[in-house]
């Protein structure tokens, strides 16, 4: 196996030695965006707890790129099966299969991509929710990966799940902020229906695995260091992250996947620092 992959297979250990996921042994699991970095360490902590305990992860990735075999890797050592597709193509979203698990993930996060992408994004968001929310199994749980986003425009940090931004449908990152926001009034729905599901408010999660082309601000920072030499800011550095690191985040994401009772979770780490 590549470096990379038992990289993030050995931080894995960190979810497998305070989670026990052997309630998803046997059940049908469907992970979207399964080549983001918050889908592969999903995968990696399926394919961990597979190396330690043994039994049968069954199910689907699905992905909308190809991944690199390192990527595979980690596909092939989870025991689901890798789909490519776009999500927001019904007739895809029709043809994968009822699971008992659904970790929804897929979206662009990157804001060039989003806002490359602006239907698409509503579309991930949307669309593809409620199919991949009527396609679950009677019984089975849904996550919803949401964003901090939603908090965008609000000024009394730290954020509640009680609270929402201010932000509206005008706003250049719109596409992204009410993509989400619109996830989130679509898994209320189902839940009034008796559907568990949940969601997951992720803040910024940073770890081994990060596409190449990303160019949000830690991965830009880092690619600047090994390129330049040198650390360089764009500005004076004053915004501001709650910095969760990747396996910390799947960790939560998994127990409120499994376990979690509330509608929304906060997922991310205890302090807010700035970018300097």
């Known amino acids: 196996m590549s470096q990379l992959a038992e990289l993030i297979l050995e931080d894995a250990k960190l979810v497998t030695a305070r989670l026990d996921l052997s309630p998803l042994v046997g059940r049908q699991i469907l992970v979207t965006g399964a080549s983001g970095l918050l889908g592969l360490h999903f995968l990696a902590a399926f394919a961990q707890w597979r190396r330690q305990h043994g039994g049968v992860f069954e199910g689907v990735a699905v992905t909308h790129s190809p991944l690199p075999d390192w990527a595979m890797e980690l596909v092939a050592a989870s025991g689901l099966r890798h789909v490519q597709g776009d999500l927001t193509d019904p ?3 029709a043809a994968l299969p009822p699971s008992d698990l659904v970790i929804h993930a897929a979206g662009y996060g990157q804001p060039g991509k989003f806002l490359e992408n602006a239907t698409k994004t509503i579309q991930i968001a949307t669309a593809a929710t409620i199919a991949l929310l009527a396609n679950l199994r009677p019984g089975g749980r ?6 901090s986003e939603v908090y965008s425009g609000a000024t009394q940090a730290p954020f509640r799940e009680d609270m929402i931004g201010t932000t509206d449908p005008s706003h250049t990152r719109a596409c992204y902020i009410e993509g989400k926001r619109c996830g989130e009034a679509i898994v209320h729905g189902f839940r009034r229906q008796g559907v568990n599901a949940h969601i997951a408010r992720i803040g910024f999660s940073y770890g081994p695995g990060t596409r190449a082309d990303d160019v949000r601000v ?4 880092i690619r600047r260091g090994i390129t330049d030499g040198a650390i360089k800011l764009w500005d004076q550095g004053q915004a501001t992250r709650a910095c969760c690191y990747v396996t910390d985040a799947i960790e939560m994401m998994l127990a409120i996947a499994m376990s979690g009772r509330e509608a929304v979770y906060n997922v991310g780490g205890p302090e807010i620092s700035t970018i300097l």
């Open 218 to 221: 830690l991965n830009s920072l």
């Open 142 to 147: 849904f996550l919803f990966l949401s964003s």
């Open 91 to 93: 007739a895809f979203c």
